[in-house]
Every structure is written in structure tokens, then in C-alpha cells.
């Protein structure tokens, strides 16, 4: 839907409004009465009332417990082969607090995010969440249909959201005061789309640990699976290897950062080689202390980056040191994403939405030709515009934050990114006072991680947004068995924060945020009995 198409649809509804009368979601007729909008290319399928209680949510195990909600299920189909499922869901008037939420989505994922729409609703916002137009998480939707791939790549956040904020004014009898965008992975992927393409869609938006950087980091996921795996398709890698060298590049690059505290503040400035930790030829084939020189240069490989053969030039950054296996689970490191699956992940990008080839063989994959093709096909992937000139100039703002050991989307390629628009908009001073980038040590994809990795970026953002205030710096907590055990402000790109030589490491109020020079020009600093 054109903007000028909704201008005149936002007029011609006027009277469908009026002919609604009560303007309360509280009134379960004002919420059926939404069955009858007429929008353009949107079918509402249901529109009702559902009490406070347990609510089942369709495919899921478990229900949540909400307070009352209008809820409406529509279908969106901006083209005759889109099929757009979303839900809007809005609070009764007196609980609503004025504002729209979009969620965003997880990896391929095509279902509607209702965890994420509850958080939202809890809180008072009136919210929507798109399947973004298929069912499931594989990627074969894609197999002769670009035009589901147009809906996955950014239009079905778009058309929900335009679509959502018609019906939440029309149970609510007004327009949402703001609208804000919260996702991450793909949800921040989502995010970076909106504020690039659609820069007049949210007053704010949230992107976390964002993969729209997809396509080149999709050859990114196809280096580190063939660097990661023998001829015979056998993973070289252990869970106890990976452990072992996150570990060592801890103990290796911990204090490079000025402060010993069981955190690398920035991978970048760490350049461990996994080489050192090889086997001397007298130890047995089996010692979990030590790595074979394969297992040693396949780790190599994975934090070096896809190149390309004939040019030498980087593809797309490697993964960080840190986040080869912090943790227990799979997603605590590379075993989800890299290691442990059978074949490169996404491989799918190139089998359904780009070759339309479901036996393409991935070994076939020429990074320099390849490359080039998809760039040139999918350009409806990627969010990586760097001028954002038509976001600012609305007056909108846009936080993204990552964690510095995300074992799914490396960060230094989100650093890249920020300081790619930085230049762009003119230097930090010109990006920060409506783009501000935060990065967590320790965090791994999302949340999670030995790091401070809990933090409301979103209240930051309506302070921001509503307020004024830019957002100086978000406080991250850390959680061991329930408890609150390490607090650490997260500085705005490109800022650190710093000890400020008194107190507690484990307390946000010793540090202070600094620019990264400032950080280290003091000798390594290790309090008495605090590690
Ligand atoms: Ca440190």
C-alpha cells in the first residue's frame, strides 16, 4: 500500500468510524464491529473479544495468562501470491497506554511472535506480530515465489504495521500517540528494514543483534560450516573444544581492556591463536586440555571470515573470539548455528529464494560469481542502507545493541555497520543524536552470556522518543540462580565503560562511559579479591 493510497483510505474511513459509535475496545461490539473494516488488500478474519485468563496460543504448548484484549486476526495480500497472516491486539481504552508495538520474528521463522505480543501487552501497548507471509521455519516457501521472499524480506512487517495502526484507531476511537518497533536476530533484521525503507513507519525502533547483514552473512554461514567440518562432512569441533579455547581467550585477552573481570570488552583488540593450545606430540589422542591442528585451524578459519578467492577481499567478518562455547546449550556458541547442524545453516537461501534448485549442492558455492548473482537478485534481504538521512529527518530514533560474543551474528559486523553510517551521516555527533549502538561484553545472541546481558533498551527509547533524552548509557544486570550478581552500564558506540578504581566491578555505579582510548591508557587494573 502506497502512502498516498493510505492518506486517502485514513479519510475515506472517517465515516466506517463514526458508524462504529462507542469508541472502547471495552465494549465487545466496538471490537467485533472491526470484522467489518474495509482496507485495501487486507481480509479481517476475526475480530473478538477475549476475557482476561489463560489464552491458548494456535500451535503452541503452553497458554499465557493475559488481561482482556481485542484481538484481530487479518490477512494481508499486497500481491496475489502474498498470503500475509497477522494479529493486532489492543488493550481495552483504559489500560491502553496510548502506544503501538510491532514485534519482530526469530530467524525464518513464519508464526506469529505471541510471547513477544504479550510482553507488549502486559506493558499496556496495543500490538502486532506478522508470520511474514509463510508457515514454518525451512525456506522452501521460497521455490518459485519471489514474491513471498519481497513479503519475508521487509513488506509483511511493513503492511502490518500500517495496517495495524488503522485498526487500533479504530477500536480505540484515536491514532496510537507513538509507534515503536522492538525485535532481534531477524526481528532486528526487521527493524533495520523499517528504519531504512519505511522511515516514517516507527517514532522509534529497537534493532538487537541484528542479521541484516543476511546475505553475506549467509556466505559467512557457509565458510564456517565447510571451515568447521571434514571432507566426509564430519564436524571437527567438540563441544568440550570449543569450551576449552573460550576459556583460553579469556584468560588471554581478559585484561587487554584494563580490567580483569572475566570479560574481553572488545573482541577486536583480541588476536588469540588458537595454535597455542595444540597438543604437544606427547600427549594422547584424546586430551580434552589441547587441540589437533586441524581442530586449531579450523577455529582460525571461522574467525578470519569468508574472503573472496580471487580478490583477497573480506566477504564477511568472522566470529568473535568468546563465542566459540561459553555455555552449556548449543545456542552458547557456535555448536547452533555452525558446528553441530548437518549441513551449512541457511543453505536454503541459495537452494529456494535464489537458485529455486532444492538439490543445489552447496559445495558448488563460488564466492566471488555467487556473491555477485545474489546481491544482485536479493536485494530485497538485506538492510544495510547507511544513509538514514529520511529516518533522522522525521525526528525518529533508533537504538541497536548487541552482545560482543553473539555466536549467531558477529558484531564486529554491527560495529562495521554503525560506523559505516556514521561516516556517512557526517561523523558521531551527527548519528548519535538519533542513532545510538550499544554493545555488550560477554552477551551472546540476544541475551545470555557470562556478561551483563539484561537491560530495558526500550523505556531508554521512550525516554528518547517522548522526552528528549538520549539515552547517555543502559544498565545491564547479570543473573546467576535467580540473582541480580554483576551490574555494568553499556556505553553508547563508541564508548566503553570503565572501572572508575573504587568499588565494586560487580556494581554499574563504579564505571564510568569513556571514549575506548581513554579506557586502556591505564596499566592493567586488578581489584584485591574481585575477579
Ligand atoms: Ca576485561
Redesign the pocket.
Known amino acids: 500500500m502506497t502512502r498516498r493510497v493510505l492518506s486517502a483510505l485514513t479519510v475515506a474511513m472517517i465515516p466506517l468510524f463514526a458508524a462504529v459509535g462507542t469508541p472502547a475496545a471495552t465494549n465487545g461490539t466496538a471490537c467485533a464491529n472491526l470484522a467489518a473494516l474495509t482496507i485495501p488488500n487486507i481480509t479481517v478474519r476475526a475480530a473478538a473479544l477475549v476475557p482476561a485468563g489463560p489464552f491458548a496460543p494456535p500451535g503452541a504448548q503452553n497458554s499465557i495468562t493475559l488481561p482482556a484484549f481485542c484481538r484481530v486476526e487479518a490477512t494481508a495480500r499486497p500481491t496475489t501470491d502474498s498470503d500475509i497472516k497477522f494479529e493486532v491486539w489492543i488493550p481495552p481504552v483504559d489500560a491502553w497506554n496510548g502506544k503501538f508495538q510491532g514485534v519482530g520474528n526469530g530467524g525464518y521463522q513464519g508464526s506469529i511472535s505471541y510471547t513477544a505480543m504479550a510482553t507488549a501487552m502486559r506493558k499496556g501497548y496495543a500490538t502486532a506480530s506478522t508470520d511474514t507471509g509463510h508457515t514454518g521455519d525451512d525456506m522452501k516457501f521460497g521455490q518459485g515465489h519471489p514474491e513471498k521472499v519481497i513479503d519475508y524480506g521487509y513488506r509483511a512487517i511493513h503492511v502490518m504495521t500500517e495496517t495495524s495502526k488503522l485498526i487500533v484507531r479504530n477500536a480505540t476511537g484515536k491514532f496510537a500517540d507513538k509507534s515503536y518497533f522492538v525485535g532481534c536476530s531477524a526481528g532486528g533484521h526487521q527493524a533495520m528494514s523499517e528504519a531504512q525503507r519505511f522511515p516514517d513507519d516507527y517514532d522509534g525502533i529497537i534493532a538487537g543483534d541484528p542479521a541484516h547483514n543476511r546475505i553475506r552473512q549467509t556466505f559467512g554461514f557457509m565458510w564456517s560450516w565447510a571451515a568447521t567440518h571434514g571432507a566426509d562432512g564430519k564436524p571437527i569441533l567438540t563441544q568440550q573444544n570449543l569450551s576449552l579455547v573460550s576459556k583460553a581467550v579469556v584468560d588471554a585477552c581478559?585484561?587487554?581492556?584494563g580490567?580483569?573481570?572475566?570479560?574481553?570488552?572488545d573482541p577486536r583488540k583480541c588476536h588469540f591463536d588458537p595454535a597455542k593450545l595444540i597438543c604437544p606430540s606427547t600427549s594422547s589422542a584424546d586430551d580434552a586440555t589441547c587441540l589437533t591442528r586441524a581442530q586449531a585451524d579450523a577455529i582460525k578459519r571461522v574467525y578470519d571470515g569468508a574472503r573472496n578467492p580471487r580478490t583477497g577481499e573480506p566477504i564477511f567478518t568472522g566470529w568473535p573470539r568468546g563465542s566459540e562455547g561459553f555455555g552449556e546449550t548449543a545456542g552458547q556458541g557456535w555448536r547452533q548455528y555452525l558446528t553441530e547442524p548437518g549441513e551449512p545453516s541457511r543453505v536454503g537461501l541459495f537452494r529456494y529464494f535464489l537458485f529455486h534448485d532444492p538439490n543445489w549442492d552447496w559445495r558448488t558455492l563460488d564466492y566471488d560469481r555467487d556473491l555477485a548473482y545474489a546481491e544482485q537478485r536479493l536485494a530485497m534481504l538485506p538492510a544495510v542502507e547507511r544513509d538514514l538521512t529520511p529516518f533522522k529527518k522525521h525526528g525518529n530514533k533508533l537504538i541497536v545493541y548487541t552482545g560482543w560474543a553473539d555466536p549467531v551474528v558477529p558484531p564486529q559486523d554491527t560495529a562495521a555497520y554503525y560506523e559505516a553510517v556514521a561516516k556517512t551521516m557526517g561523523g558521531y555527533d551527527k548519528t548519535r543524536d538519533f542513532f545510538r549502538f550499544f554493545a555488550a561484553p560477554g552477551m551472546g545472541h540476544c541475551a545470555g552470556g557470562p556478561g551483563p546481558n539484561q537491560f530495558e533498551a526500550l523505556a531508554a527509547l521512550e525516554q528518547w522518543v517522548e522526552k528528549g533524552i538520549a539515552p547517555d548509557k543502559l544498565i545491564a544486570s547479570h543473573t546467576s540462580n535467580g540473582k541480580v550478581d554483576r551490574t555494568r552500564p553499556l556505553c553508547p558506540y563508541p564508548q566503553v565503560a570503565r572501572w572508575k578504581g573504587t568499588g565494586s566491578i560487580d556494581e554499574a555505579g563504579n564505571f564510568s562511559c569513556v571514549a575506548p582510548e581513554a579506557a586502556t591508557k591505564k596499566t592493567p587494573t586488578t581489584p584485591s579479591g574481585q575477579q
Open positions: 581478559d585484561a587487554v581492556d580490567l580483569k573481570d572475566g570479560l574481553i570488552d
